[in-house]
């Protein structure tokens, strides 16, 4: 887990979606951090600091005099001895003071010694959100190095629609993961498919396999927490989006072929992460196919091979591929490897119950076109996320940094 050891501090000030603030702590504690709060006076009037206490375990800092009051100088280190600091959520009274400089209490006099990363998330009225001032502001701490999550949309407290609600805390999570991660692949647009594809065969029945998608939405993430523009080719899947990730839906072979065609000119990796079928029906029946007294039989016909397909126009990309495998692991991955003109390929055993489609760890042994394969031990799919875009990183280095031309990603 990308939080696991780091210290981060959480900063709350006085709006109604403090309420919030509660169920953001305690997801960064189920993420492995070690959380400090801060509050200001008014965000008290909303969520008592017991609330906080109870959830991280830790005092909190809710005053520089009298009750709650911090240990002499710890307004100065609380903001030094952390690994990131996230305001959520941040007032328009709070963006202000810290636009202009101000330390009034014990969060914005913090905020004024911090030396860490910051992760500011407004929540306010639509009309607030939409003040010039508030803009303003706003454009002068990004200037600073601040990082802005714009608010999510919707219903706000005060019934007005609009722009202001603060983001859902799994949200606030991930841009704090991303605040966190190295910012290796900034500037670089990945491509990834991830999913199953369903070929149908009637109106009610199609031809599939057990891909979750859960390895290719994990390279998603992970490309995106280290900087990459990602865009997220996905068959089916319950999967919800990975934030900050474009996913485009797509349901069969052919229809994954054409979206992959279209983006990959403009990308500088492709990671097939896909389960595609192999075959579809010669036949798309129009009528629900009933149940006989005979067997029936029906022909099937090879499905398009994407990456296959793709080698044939690579320029400078960097192509990973997925081997999923019941025997022969790495001879079968290897095999691939060279057919298909990648440059990286990891492969797995389908058979074990741990690893491979539908679970969340995954066994795998990356092959390359030079060095020994690289073995790895079971690990979630987001640790072999990290281990695999490792190698992707080292590649486009290698490749001397060059852009690759293209339409908009």
Same mark, same amino acid.
């Given at each position: 887990?990308?939080?696991?050891?780091?210290?981060?501090?959480? =900063?709350?000030?006085?709006?109604? /979606?403090?309420?919030?603030?509660?169920?953001?702590?305690?997801?960064?504690?189920?993420?492995?951090?070690?959380?400090?709060?801060? @509050?200001?006076?008014?965000?008290?009037?909303?969520?008592?600091?017991?609330?906080?206490? /109870?959830?991280?375990?830790?005092?909190?800092?809710?005053? @520089?005099?009298?009750?709650?009051?911090?240990?002499?100088?710890?307004?100065?280190?609380?903001?030094?001895?952390?690994?990131?600091?996230?305001?959520?959520?941040?007032? /328009?009274?709070?963006?202000? %003071?810290?636009?202009?400089?101000?330390?009034?209490?014990?969060?914005? +006099?913090?905020?004024?010694?911090?030396?860490?990363?910051?992760?500011?998330?407004?929540?306010?009225?639509?009309? @607030?959100?939409?003040?010039?001032?508030?803009?303003?502001?706003?454009?002068? &701490?990004?200037?600073?190095? &601040?990082?802005?999550?714009?608010?999510?949309?919707?219903?706000?407290?005060?019934?007005?629609?609009? &722009?202001? $609600?603060?983001?859902?805390?799994?949200?606030?999570?991930?841009?704090?993961?991303?605040?966190?991660?190295?910012? !290796?692949? +900034? =500037?670089? $647009?990945?491509?990834?498919?991830?999913?199953?594809?369903?070929?149908?065969?009637?109106?009610?029945?199609?031809?599939?396999?057990?891909?979750?998608?859960?390895?290719?939405?994990?390279?998603?993430k992970v490309a995106w927490r280290r900087g990459a523009q990602v865009c997220l080719i996905s068959g089916p899947s319950a999967l919800p989006a990975p934030y900050g990730v474009e996913r485009l839906w797509v349901r069969s072979?052919? *229809?994954?072929?054409?979206?992959?065609?279209? $983006?990959?000119?403009?990308? *500088?990796?492709?990671?097939?992460?896909?389960?595609?079928?192999?075959?579809?029906?010669?036949?798309?029946?129009?009528?629900?196919?009933?149940?006989? %007294?005979?067997?029936t039989q029906m022909e099937l016909v090879q499905n398009p091979d994407i990456l296959r397909e793709m080698s044939r126009i690579k320029t400078r990309q960097v192509m990973v591929g997925f081997a999923a495998e019941s025997h !022969?692991l790495e001879a079968e991955a290897l095999k691939k490897l060279k057919e298909k003109n990648l440059d990286l390929i990891a492969a797995n055993d389908v058979t074990r119950t741990d690893s491979g489609f539908a679970v969340d +760890?995954?066994?795998? +042994?990356?092959?390359?076109?030079?060095?020994?394969?690289?073995?790895?031990?079971?690990?979630?799919?987001? *640790?072999?996320?990290?281990?695999?875009? !490792?190698?992707?990183?080292?590649?486009?280095?290698?490749?001397? =940094? *060059?852009?690759?031309?293209?339409?908009?990603?």
């Open positions: 887990m990308i939080y696991t050891g780091k210290r981060i501090l959480l =900063g709350v000030s006085g709006g109604i /979606a403090a309420y919030k603030a509660a169920e953001l702590a305690r997801r960064l504690i189920c993420a492995g951090a070690r959380v400090k709060v801060a @509050m200001t006076a008014a965000a008290r009037e909303f969520v008592a600091p017991l609330t906080f206490q /109870a959830l991280t375990g830790e005092p909190v800092a809710a005053a @520089m005099f009298g009750p709650g009051a911090v240990e002499p100088l710890e307004h100065v280190s609380l903001g030094q001895e952390v690994d990131a600091i996230i305001l959520a959520p941040a007032t /328009a009274n709070l963006i202000g %003071k810290l636009a202009a400089g101000i330390g009034d209490d014990l969060l914005t +006099t913090v905020m004024l010694a911090a030396t860490r990363p910051v992760l500011l998330c407004p929540a306010m009225n639509v009309a @607030m959100w939409g003040s010039p001032v508030v803009q303003e502001n706003l454009g002068r &701490l990004r200037a600073r190095g &601040l990082q802005v999550m714009e608010p999510a949309s919707g219903e706000l407290a005060c019934g007005a629609m609009g &722009l202001g $609600r603060l983001p859902e805390p799994e949200e606030i999570v991930e841009a704090g993961a991303r605040l966190l991660s190295r910012q !290796d692949f +900034t =500037g670089r $647009r990945l491509l990834v498919t991830a999913g199953p594809t369903h070929e149908d065969l009637d109106p009610v029945r199609f031809l599939s396999n057990r891909s979750s998608g859960k390895m290719g939405y994990a390279l998603a072979a052919w *229809e994954m072929l054409d979206a992959v065609q279209e $983006r990959f000119v403009a990308a *500088e990796a492709l990671l097939m992460a896909a389960a595609v079928g192999d075959y579809r029906p010669r036949a798309l029946e129009g009528r629900k196919l009933k149940r006989g %007294k005979c067997a !022969d +760890t995954n066994q795998v +042994t990356i092959l390359r076109r030079e060095g020994e394969p690289l073995r790895l031990p079971l690990l979630s799919k987001e *640790e072999v996320a990290e281990r695999l875009l !490792d190698q992707v990183a080292k590649l486009l280095s290698t490749s001397g =940094g *060059e852009e690759v031309r293209g339409g908009d990603a």
